[in-house]
Structures are given as C-alpha cells and as structure tokens.
C-alpha cells in the first residue's frame, strides 16, 4: 500500500509517522486490495483550551471507492486507535457488499441454460 503522509502547518515527528504507517498497513489483513492512502494530521484551532485537541484524517482507496474516516483525540495516537477502529467497520462492510454483488460464476449460468434445453426437448 502506498502512503503519504501530511502534517498540516506543524512538523511531524517520525516517530508519530512510523506509529500511523504500521497501524495502516495491518489494514490489508481485513482486505488485500487497498492500493493507496492519505493521511491529514491537524491540530484544532480551538483556543479555549490550553492543550490542542488533534484531528487525523485517513482517505483509505479501494477499487472501486474511498474510505473516508476523521477522528480528534487529544493525542495522535489515541486518534489513530479509534480511526482504525472505524476503517476496520468500514472496510468489512465494503467487502460484504463487493461480495453480495458479484456475477453469477459461469458454471451456475451454463447449467441453468441446459436444464432449460432439456425442458424444451
């Protein structure tokens, strides 16, 4: 899976990214054909509070779509954990419905036509 990472207006510590990348890529164990992901760290501009609440944003594409998920925690980290949480829950959903659609298999829709021209004779 390609990554890119962006920390928007502050400078990111490796170790965060390191952190961020080998929790996305335990999402292929769910589904195997994740080409590519974004993720935004932010920190909120809340002003009320001394301590900055942070946002990660992951845009995670699939064939056939993008997941989408955004989540604030105090840390990073704590912001991640419940992300891949969600993209877990969405990653599962998006394969039962990529399941529930697929075409018939070319067996089922090759014995169907012959039952039907043994009927006819």
């Known amino acids: ?7 928007i207006h502050f400078d990111a510590d490796p170790k965060l ?19 590519g992901g974004e993720v935004f760290l932010r920190l909120d ?3 009320s509070s ?6 990660l944003e992951i845009k995670i594409s699939v064939p056939g ?3 989408f998920v955004k989540e604030n925690g105090k840390t990073f980290e704590e912001a991640t954990d419940v992300a891949l949480e969600a993209l877990k829950t969405q990653i599962k959903k998006f394969k039962s419905k990529r399941t529930e659609t697929k075409a018939p298999k ?16």
Do not use: C, P, W
């Not at 899976?1 to 920390?7: E, P, S, V």
């Not at 089922?108 to 039907?116: G, H, S």
């Open 1 to 7: 899976m390609r990554l890119q990472m962006h920390a």
């Open 17 to 35: 990214l390191g952190f961020i990348e080998k929790k996305l890529q335990k999402l292929e164990t769910f589904y195997d054909r994740i080409t």
């Open 45 to 47: 501009k809340s002003e």
């Open 50 to 55: 001394k301590v900055r609440n942070k946002v």
């Open 65 to 67: 779509g993008e997941l």
């Open 106 to 121: 070319v067996e089922n829709i090759l014995a169907e036509t012959e039952e039907a021209e043994i009927d006819e004779i």
